[in-house]
């Protein structure tokens, strides 16, 4: 399963982007989306991630801030990112946990990372 990213790009403070990861691939399922970032010089961090039943996490820093959410019928989730911070600088990924068809062989996928930059 395949993962394409795409959305990022740069911003003043207070501004607003949305990221989508498109997923690709033949009889699957997806059971968890998530997106990390990982900024220069850090480890890549969890950001939020949403379950199968839209059951939805964030990390402390963005909470009130991002929201995600899924199309899981067209397998695609979604970073709204408001009220954007110098500090939420950096390269984010989406990352799957998905299942196929014979609902036994499981999997992850990580996307290719798109680039958000936000300046102060």
Sequence with gaps: VQLQASGGGLVQAGGSLTLSCAASGSNFGINVMDWYRQAPGKKRELVAGISSNEATNYA???????TISRDS???????????????????????????????????????QGTQVTVSS
């Excluded at 402390?60 to 991002?66: H, I, L, P, S, Y």
Aim: glycine share 8%; aromatic share 18%.
């Design 60 to 66: 402390d820093a963005v909470k009130g801030r991002f």
């Design 73 to 111: 019928a067209k397998n695609i989730a979604y970073l709204q990112m408001n009220s954007l911070k110098p500090e939420d600088s950096a390269v984010y990924y989406c990352h799957i946990d998905y299942y196929l068809g014979d609902y036994v062989t499981i999997g992850s996928s990580w996307g």
